[in-house]
């Protein structure tokens, strides 16, 4: 059994996270459409470049696409998402009076939302308890074996019922830190974990060197 709200508190002490400041909710919902399957510099950068130039639901609800496109060219699949951000503009702005949804299921009713991108939402917008599973939380939450799980809708279940509730809203920045500071995809940092004692894959790599000799 893992102590997971221990390695949790260990992992945290190791990282560098970046601090937390509560955002926009219109900027963190169209900020996270954007990161799919992109890298996060890209992001960021087509983020700030589209903001720049629409910083409101109304103002991006009128852009044209094509400008759009070119806004966020930087990230993959920006034909998509240059129209979903503008139809999710057109919904906050028309049908909600600029309010984006508070609620994990009003979030998923929106266009090109799933529930990474409607955690993230409520973990950095709202400040709501959620777990935002990416890639950097699927991997490590599997790595150190907390689940064994193939995809990140059952690694969110079977994390939402192992770790301790008042772990959720430090989980996903947590660990993506470590994921690109220690425990990378390609030859983690195991020298410099604290916690690889208690860690599934440090230990069975340790057997597997034990075997060959």
């Not at 996060?40 to 496109?69: C, G």
Request: aromatic share 6%.
């Amino acid at each position: 059994m893992h102590d997971i709200g221990w390695q949790l508190e260990r992992i945290a002490e190791m990282v560098d996270v970046p601090p937390r400041r509560r955002e926009d909710p219109f900027r963190v919902l169209i900020t996270t459409i954007l990161s799919h399957r992109t890298r996060d510099e890209n992001t960021e950068k087509a983020a700030q470049m589209l903001f720049d130039a629409y910083p409101s639901p109304r103002a991006l609800k009128d852009a044209p696409v094509d400008e759009i496109e070119r806004l966020i060219h930087a990230t993959g699949f920006y034909s998509v998402k240059a129209e979903r951000v503008k139809e999710v503009a057109r919904i906050v702005d028309e049908e909600r009076d600029g309010v984006v949804p508070d609620t994990r299921e009003g979030l998923e009713a929106l266009p090109g939302v799933g529930p990474k991108t409607a955690n993230c939402v409520l973990v950095y917008a709202f400040e709501k308890e959620a777990l935002p599973v990416d890639t950097h939380v699927h991997r490590i939450a599997n790595r150190i074996g907390w689940v064994s799980t193939s995809s990140a809708e059952s690694t969110e279940r079977e994390l939402a019922a192992v770790v301790p509730r008042r772990y959720w809203g430090m989980l996903n920045e947590t660990l993506v830190s470590f994921g690109k500071q220690i425990c990378r995809p390609i030859r983690p940092l195991c020298a410099l974990c604290t916690i690889s004692s208690s860690c599934d894959y440090y230990n069975e790599s340790v057997s597997q060197i034990k075997e060959k000799h």
